[in-house]
């Protein structure tokens, strides 16, 4: 059964600390995104990848840091240089080239004190 | 500057009776466009979508209408239910933009039994 999958689904860290948030995908995507959640708002573009290798920056990048070393896997660091970590990270992968949903993964909820 | 905008926030309907989200764009190369549902805690799924070479789609209770004169898009779903309560995202993306969405800030549909 395809999918993708974002662990872990909630996620405390102490200030001043990285964590890096899991996002894996069956679907045989070459894309893969990463959006930030805040609450009331929509969804903001952190980073994106198109091909293994290769990410680019999205609308709100600063303060993250990505890696694409396999198709499916897109994980995401959330460096201490990140003003406001806390927030709902929300994982998609699609395909490219031709106008197709994204389909999302559940979300991970990070909280740091 | 917002390219997509939900301007209502919050929509309450009775069930049984239509629901009409609302959303506009200022991105004149946004030439494909969605819905997305989201419930909390969880990621968007997928609800309908359009070209720009259309101005309607259907899929059942589902109805998506484009104005691209007015860069406005609207979704009817009828007859409302109590499950459709959710977070509604639009969301555009042109044509050489590889499926990279540009989301609004959503509305919260609460269809009351």
């Known amino acids: 059964d395809g999918g993708i999958t974002q662990s872990p689904k909630y996620l405390f860290r102490k200030e001043g600390q990285n964590v890096t948030l899991s996002c894996e995908q069956n679907?045989?995507?070459?894309?893969m995104y990463w959006y930030r959640q805040d609450p009331g708002q929509g969804l903001r573009l952190i980073y994106y990848s198109q091909i293994v290798n290769d990410f680019q920056k999205g609308d709100i990048a600063e303060g993250y840091s990505v890696s694409r070393e396999k198709k499916e896997s897109f994980p995401l660091t959330v460096t201490s240089a990140q003003k406001n970590p806390t927030a709902f990270y929300l994982c998609?992968?699609?395909?490219?080239?031709?106008?197709?949903?994204?389909?999302f993964g559940n979300g991970t909820r990070l909280t740091v004190t | 500057d917002q390219q997509v905008k939900q301007n209502s926030p919050s929509l309450s309907v009775q069930e049984g009776r239509i629901s009409i989200l609302n959303c506009d764009y200022t991105n004149s190369m946004f030439d494909y466009f969605l819905w997305y549902k989201k419930y909390p805690a969880e990621g968007p799924t997928f609800l309908i979508s359009i070209s720009s070479i259309k101005d309607k789609n259907e899929d059942g209770r589902f109805t998506v209408f484009l104005n691209k004169s007015a860069k406005h898009l609207s979704l009817h779903i009828v007859p409302s239910q109590p499950g459709d309560s959710a977070v509604y995202f639009c969301a555009a993306t042109p044509n050489n933009a590889g499926n990279m969405l540009t989301f609004g800030g959503g509305t919260r549909l609460m269809v009351k039994p």
């Open positions: 998609a992968t699609g395909p490219v080239g031709y106008n197709s949903p994204l389909h």
């Open positions: 679907l045989n995507h070459d894309a």
